[in-house]
């Protein structure tokens, strides 16, 4: 099992680049994408950060969790994480999904009702996926429209870098099934092994519909530290991880505020991930 760190905000660079080049054995370190920081100390943008903490780090992989696409528009994302995949020499996951009105993007920008972004999410996917790979691209969908644009050069990574999707609800389960490469069903949606196992069903259908089944892996959420929170219960932890063990999970990913970031990964590595190394 790889496991993935996340930080709920963005301020602390410097403790997150200590953390990360004293690196217990994290496979990614992922940074929320919200305008809303949850807490008095504000945050830096994410898509500026992490091109910052790829020419500081090496060796891990590095993404937003999640970016919105109905929130930042599909072409300069293509852009900017095209960019991103070179600076990191191949070390992006890009995480997508639709978009949460409760984390504040909609006192900064439209967003539309749940159905809408999601159609937005599926056809800006679409139109990422093809600037990542075609020479050029028109395209002519509801949302976006495109004539004849290039993304040059294109990403490292063959045939693309990896997109993990957090979306909960069944239709952006069945587009993770479409796109991802990566699946993280949120706390709402999978916080039990059976609810994890009815969510798998869900995404791997549509997979197979798109004849990509063998493509997708999953990942395990284990506990998120709240804001000014201490360390999540240890037997909490171990029980998640004990799940998503059951559940053939591919990653684990744990949650931690930059304060107290050293020492919880720390506490982390030694009680937790030293078992599944």
């Given at each position: 099992?790889k496991?993935?760190?996340?930080t709920r ?6 403790t ?13 370190f ?5 305008l809303?920081p949850r807490d008095q100390?504000?945050?830096?943008d994410t898509?500026?950060?992490l ?10 992989k ?6 919105p ?8 994302i293509?852009s900017?994480s ?23 993007w ?7 009702k749940?159905?809408?972004r999601?159609?937005?999410?599926d056809e800006?996917?679409?139109l ?6 075609e020479?050029?691209?028109t395209f ?9 644009a ?5 990403p490292v990574q063959k045939?693309h ?13 069945r ?5 991802a490469?990566i ?6 949606r ?10 798998k069903?869900?995404v ?8 990509r ?5 999953f ?16 037997k909490v ?20 505020e930059?304060?107290?970031?050293s020492?919880?990964?720390?506490r982390?590595?030694d009680e937790?991930m030293s078992?599944?190394?």
């Amino acid at each position: 099992m790889k496991f993935i760190l996340r930080t709920r905000t963005t301020r602390g660079i410097e403790t997150i680049i200590k953390v990360l080049s004293d690196n217990p054995g994290f496979y990614a370190f992922m940074m929320n994408d919200y305008l809303n920081p949850r807490d008095q100390h504000g945050a830096l943008d994410t898509w500026s950060v992490l091109p910052y903490l790829a020419a500081k780090t090496e060796g891990i992989k590095l993404g937003p969790f999640v970016t919105p696409l109905p929130a930042r528009h599909p072409v300069l994302i293509a852009s900017a994480s095209t960019s991103l995949d070179h600076l990191s020499n191949g070390r992006l996951i890009l995480g997508i999904g639709a978009g949460n009105p409760t984390l504040a993007w909609d006192k900064f920008v439209r967003l539309e009702k749940d159905p809408v972004r999601v159609d937005q999410t599926d056809e800006g996917t679409e139109l990422l996926l093809r600037l990542w790979s075609e020479d050029k691209v028109t395209f002519n969908g509801k949302y976006y429209q495109t004539k004849e644009a290039s993304i040059i050069p294109k990403p490292v990574q063959k045939p693309h870098p990896p997109l993990l999707f957090g979306g909960g609800g069944d239709r952006m389960l069945r587009l993770a099934g479409k796109y991802a490469d990566i699946v993280s069903p949120p706390l709402f949606r999978a916080s039990t092994l059976e609810q994890y196992e009815q969510v798998k069903k869900i995404v791997l259908d549509a997979a197979n519909k798109a004849s990509r089944k063998d493509k997708i892996q999953f990942a395990y959420r284990g506990p998120e530290q709240a804001v000014g929170g201490s360390y999540p219960d240890s037997k909490v932890i171990a029980g998640k991880l004990e799940d998503a063990t059951k559940a053939g999970a591919s990653y684990f990913i744990i949650g931690f505020e930059v304060d107290g970031l050293s020492e919880s990964v720390t506490r982390f590595a030694d009680e937790a991930m030293s078992s599944y190394s």
